[in-house]
């Protein structure tokens, strides 16, 4: 898509879209700063109207969905507090141990063999197993959470494509997020979870939702709790992955930045900036204009999608000098992989910021070089910038 990007940056940095969609047309935004006045301003554009997937909701479906992501003001407050202290960088950094033990652990099995394919033996499992010690699923559990995640993020990939097109009519896949039967599937294992824990003292993530009481003294009912669940379980999970993949690849194709960190392994904190802005691995959320405003001159009306294309903003040059170029020293790297100011910064940036560095300190030091067999296999997705499959080679440090 950055060809693309690189052209409404430079001609139309406010555009209207409609060719795709015929009357669900909607703005797009590539350059960085009109996002980040957008992402802040959400008296005027608003993610509970509408929510934040380009595509057209009616209110039922809407209704069905709303999570923290897709409300506003004191109604977000009250979903986000709820989790806000479970994702602090000293409340993940009590997982620091954990992840050191479970990255080596992934790299010995994944290096038994000198060819093996990274996402499936490296970067799928590793995000989702931390998530699964925060909610408390069974070990055994974790590849239902990885195997809903593909098929709800992946069902616009003809290989993954879980909503067969009969369904994606019906009424009964209608309502579910990604119109996905897994995302049911979700909600069922969810609130079993639940059942189980409400009342009593756990510590997970899960005793965390249903024992408090964020609104008007009430514990979220099941509608809440279920998109609540559903979005750590889709949020954590394939974003991580992806960001780790990408960068395993853009490191194959830089062995100068790759031979650098293994030489300065205390660059690594810093090159997960890069390596975020690189990534991308959302490529855009969506607001609703709530009155008639105007960006860099162009009138929005109210009712109009405005689309934040985080991808383009993270390689504007007028912000990123040789956008193209992975400079694991860039600094300042003010990038917008999690977003940018605003209340719905993402919420988990320092998990996967602990995941991303512990992955690659452990990682370098351990190989003597990595290519790749082939190119990588990209999704098809016009939401998450995901690899399926890209398979390797390496030489391990004797
Ligand atoms: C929100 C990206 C990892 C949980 C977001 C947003 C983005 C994003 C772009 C919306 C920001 C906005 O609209 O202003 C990413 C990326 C990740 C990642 C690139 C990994 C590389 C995680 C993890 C978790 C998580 C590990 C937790 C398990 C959330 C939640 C929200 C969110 C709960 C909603 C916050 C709100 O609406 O207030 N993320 N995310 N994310 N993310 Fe992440």
């Excluded at 579910?176 to 049911?184: G, I, N």
């Excluded at 030489?263 to 709530?290: G, N």
Aim: glycine content about 6%; charged content about 30%.
């Amino acid at each position: 898509p950055w060809q693309v990007f690189d052209t409404l940056r430079a001609d139309a940095p406010v555009h209207w879209s409609e060719e795709a969609a015929p009357n669900h047309g909607f703005w797009s935004l590539t350059r960085y700063h009109d996002i980040v006045g957008v992402l802040r301003d959400t008296e005027t554009f608003s993610s509970e109207r509408g929510g934040v997937n380009i595509e057209e909701l009616d209110d039922e479906q809407l209704e069905v969905r709303k999570s923290m992501l897709e409300t506003d003001g004191a109604r977000h407050r009250a979903l986000r507090r709820l989790m806000q202290g479970e994702f602090t960088p000293k409340a993940v950094g009590g997982y620091e141990i954990f992840l050191r033990g479970l990255t080596a652990s992934t790299l010995d099995a994944a290096f038994a063999n000198k060819e093996f394919e990274f996402v499936s033996q490296v970067a799928a499992d590793f995000p989702i197993r931390v998530l699964a010690k925060m909610l408390d699923v069974p070990d055994a559990d974790t590849h239902k959470l990885i195997d809903w995640g593909d098929r709800m993020i992946g069902n616009d990939d003809p290989e993954h494509a879980d909503v067969l097109a009969s369904s994606a009519e019906s009424e009964e896949f209608r309502l579910l997020p990604f119109r996905s039967p897994a995302a049911r599937e979700v909600f069922e294992y969810g609130n079993d979870l639940a059942d189980k824990r409400r009342g009593k003292d756990g510590t997970d993530l899960v005793s965390r939702l249903v024992n408090q009481e964020p609104m008007d003294g009430k514990a979220l009912n099941e509608r809440d709790f279920n998109s609540y669940f559903l979005l750590l379980v889709v949020a954590g999970n394939e974003t991580t992955r992806h960001t780790i993949t990408h960068t395993m690849n853009y490191l194959i194709d830089n062995p100068d930045q790759l031979a650098l960190l293994q030489e300065k392994p205390e660059l690594i904190p810093w090159a997960v900036e890069e390596f975020l802005r690189m990534a991308s691995p959302v490529y855009h959320f969506r607001r609703t204009a709530t009155k008639d405003t105007e960006i860099n001159g162009q009138v929005i009306k109210e009712g109009q999608k405005v689309v934040t294309w985080f991808a383009a903003g993270n390689r504007d040059p007028e912000v990123f000098e040789n956008p193209y170029t992975m400079d694991v020293t860039r600094n300042p790297n003010e990038h917008m992989a999690f977003g940018r100011g605003g209340p719905h910064m993402c919420l988990g940036n320092s998990l996967a910021r602990l995941e991303i560095r512990i992955m690659f300190e452990t990682l370098l030091p351990r190989i003597s070089n990595m290519t790749k067999l082939s190119e990588p296999a990209r999704l098809r997705s016009n939401f998450v910038n995901g690899i399926k499959r890209l398979p390797v080679r390496v030489e391990l440090v004797e």
